[in-house]
């Protein structure tokens, strides 16, 4: 990641992105989405302690084996280091729980578990989520099991290993997803790879969260030829996020929205 390439092009999107709360929005899905997911700013029973789980993970001194199928290192590391460097903001947890909560959510796949904070808030909304969740790590894994326990979360399914060879097996195990939130290999190659593989599963109101779209030109790259692609309808960049429709009732057009 060019840390001087993140901020020009974060200042670029504060300079072009719509900081609106659904009004001039013509569409009446995205007109919701924006109004009543991305906009509403309610606090909800389970974020405390989600939160305070979070807060442990940042002073946990315990070291781990990591397995990085994305940079091809293995490598000892801190789970506070990890906390400190993998995890999104609390408030992109919140429009994730938000948003699980708003479609009524049964199906949702992760592609990157790390500690298990956002795979928290996707399953949180309802015990009849099913949640899976795909994470290269065994040791990470552990841990984020470990913090499902502690918050007494019990739909959520992780499955270790290289995300490469575990994707298929897992898709096979859906009719249908209803959110998916990619966060795992950074690389242009793999989240096209990825998405194409999901999109076996999509279905009309089905919703793709991807990550770190400006991470890299290739990221940035991956999020443009999505963007493109014949089967999505609409696209909102959140800069951190970008959040992919498939209502065929849409019509095609991509948003910048500051969050």
């Known amino acids: 990641m060019n840390r001087f390439r993140i901020v020009y092009k974060f200042i670029l999107h504060f300079l072009t992105a719509r900081n609106t709360r659904g009004f001039g929005v013509h569409s009446p899905a995205v007109y919701h989405f924006t109004k009543f997911v991305l906009n509403n700013k309610g606090l909800y029973y389970i974020f405390p302690g989600i939160e305070k789980v979070r807060s442990s993970l940042k002073k946990d001194k315990r070291e781990l084996n990591v397995v990085d199928y994305g940079t091809g290192e293995n490598r000892r590391e801190t789970v506070a280091r990890i906390a400190s460097r993998s995890l999104k903001q609390a408030k992109y947890g919140h429009l994730l729980y938000r948003l699980t909560l708003d479609m009524k959510a049964r199906n949702i796949l992760e592609l990157g578990t790390s500690l298990g904070i956002t795979t928290a808030y996707l399953a ?12 290269g790590c065994p040791e990470i894994a552990d841990v984020a099991n470990e913090n499902f326990k502690a918050l007494n979360i019990n739909n959520i399914k992780i499955v270790p290993g290289d995300i490469t060879l575990t994707l298929v097996g897992v898709l096979d195990e859906f009719e249908t997803l209803d959110v998916v939130f990619m966060d795992a290999n950074h690389t242009q190659e793999a989240v096209l790879s ?41 696209t909102i960049d959140l800069f951190q996020l970008g959040i992919v429709f498939f209502n065929t009732d849409l019509n095609k057009k991509h948003y910048k929205m500051r969050y």
């Open 124 to 135: 949180a909304s309802s015990s009849k989520i099913r949640c899976v969740s795909l994470e």
């Open 194 to 234: 990825y998405f194409e593989q999901i999109l076996t599963k999509v279905h009309n109101n089905s919703v793709i969260v991807v990550d770190d779209i400006y991470w890299s030109a290739d990221m940035e790259q991956a999020w443009k030829r999505i963007k493109e692609h014949p089967r999505v309808s609409s």
